[in-house]
């Protein structure tokens, strides 16, 4: 009888359950044109920046915010899930104006009878990964929505108004990671977003911008299951 090695060999006891910090070795960028070299696909800042609050749940380090401005230059700013104030922070920084607001302050991203008149070169979103945490305690908060599908429902509409605030050549730059629990299992919801705002009639406009996800809650918690943790999530910038 043949016996699969991968199955009967023991973990041994050195095998450490922490892997602690380490440094990898990135693959050298080529060099072009861009006014902000270091913004490239792989997104690394250990350091959050001096953006928002950084005990705001969910909140996002700035400075991929801020490169992203000084990459794409916009003249105005929409910051419609605004959370602890990282954008508008980064943006009074940069001395560009930004309309900042948040379903705490009673404004629903997902209602077209809400949004500006204004349009904007650049719009900013970080929404709720589905459940993985609570934010309002306001049924329109995206974070409450009961199923998947109303959570998708709710987040198409999202960005669909995200697309109709845009200017002729403004860009659309969402913040997404990807959503797992034991009922729902795995739900790609970087997956969803492009969906989403490919049917809203928006295109990808460049690299996926994958940002390591330091200092995330989860990385201090020890879990009973096994599972491949996820590290980064995902930036993408779409334009008409
Ligand atoms: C991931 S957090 C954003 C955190 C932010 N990037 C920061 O650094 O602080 C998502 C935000 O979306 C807000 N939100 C959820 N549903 C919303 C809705 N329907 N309209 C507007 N804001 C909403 C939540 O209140 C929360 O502040």
């Known amino acids: ?78 910051d419609p899930m605004s959370g602890s104030g990282t954008c508008r922070d980064v943006c009074s920084e940069l001395e560009i104006p930004c309309d900042s607001r948040d379903i705490h302050g009673g404004f629903d991203a997902a209602d077209p009878a809400q949004l500006p008149a204004e349009r904007f070169d650049f719009v900013w979103i970080h929404p709720p990964y589905w459940r993985q945490k609570l934010y309002a305690a306001d049924s329109r908060d995206l ?56 049917d809203a009639g928006l295109r990808q406009c460049c690299t996926d911008i994958i940002r390591f996800s330091h200092g995330a809650s989860s990385s201090r918690k020890v879990y009973r299951s096994s599972f491949i943790p996820g590290l980064h999530d995902v930036c993408m910038v779409f334009e008409r």
Do not use: W
């Open 143 to 198: 974070s409450r929505t009961p199923t998947l599908d109303a959570f998708l429902q709710r987040y198409a509409a999202v960005i669909a108004n995200c697309a109709k605030a845009l200017t002729p050549n403004g860009k659309l730059a969402v913040l997404m990671g990807d959503y797992c629990d034991r009922e729902a299992g795995f739900v790609s919801l970087v997956y969803h977003t492009k969906r989403l705002a490919f």
């Open 1 to 78: 009888m043949t016996i699969n090695p991968f199955y009967t060999r023991r973990i041994p006891a050195s095998v450490p359950r922490f892997t602690p910090p380490r440094y990898a070795k990135l693959p050298l960028a080529p060099v072009n044109r861009s006014p902000v070299p270091r913004l490239t696909s792989l997104y690394h800042f250990d350091r959050a920046g001096e953006y928002g609050d950084r005990s705001y749940p969910g909140n996002c380090g700035g400075n991929l915010i801020r490169d992203l401005l000084l990459y794409f230059r916009p003249r105005s700013v929409f």
